[in-house]
């Protein structure tokens, strides 16, 4: 599996095939995701403002919106990426191994390397996670439910006898 720190906010991917303003546009918004992830988990979504996010990164707040319709864009953007990142690294983990045992210490560790990454957007996820848009707070939890299903799928066929019930719990 690939790991989650690759330093990139995979939000704000570029191709060399873009041109150098996308590749710059792309490399902004991953600025502004990050900071206002860090300010988001110090202050809270309500106690940061657009002026926030926008001094910390160097524009000013009117600049943002440049970049993202809003501070719940923001916030959405952030939360539904976050949720596809570690979906789609569970995913990679089940298809390149086939032992449960194996398994199940590949998704720890992918965890417990994204939990010392990404303190940030785990403060932002537990305690920001109501803020979000319905659309998003559907999206945000339609994903974690996927995610919880490899994990319940990977503690079954680890530990054999464990009902679906009780792996979804331990997940």
Do not use: C
């Not at 919106?65 to 959405?76: I, M, N």
């Not at 045992?101 to 990454?117: G, N």
């Not at 945000?140 to 679906?164: K, N």
């Amino acid at each position: 599996y690939q790991p989650l720190t690759s330093g990139v906010y995979p939000g704000a991917m570029t191709s060399t095939a873009e041109s150098a303003p996308a590749r710059r546009t792309g490399a902004r918004r991953e600025q502004i995701l990050r900071t206002a992830a860090e300010l988001f988990a110090r202050k809270g979504f309500n106690g940061v403002s657009i002026n926030d996010i926008g001094a910390a990164v160097g524009i000013s707040g009117p600049a943002l919106y440049r970049h993202f319709p809003s501070k719940d864009a923001v916030l959405g953007e952030m939360l539904v990426d976050v949720s596809q990142r570690l979906l789609e690294q569970g995913h990679q983990v089940v298809a390149s191994t086939s032992e449960p045992r194996e398994r199940m210490e590949r998704l720890i560790s992918m965890q417990v390397e994204f939990a010392l990454a990404e303190p940030a957007l785990i403060t932002v996820h537990n305690r920001d996670i109501a803020s979000l848009g319905d659309a998003d707070q559907r999206e945000v939890r339609r994903l974690q439910r996927r995610y919880v299903d490899i994990w319940t799928s990977a503690i079954s066929d680890a530990v054999p006898g464990t009902d679906e019930s009780r792996a979804r719990a331990a997940a």
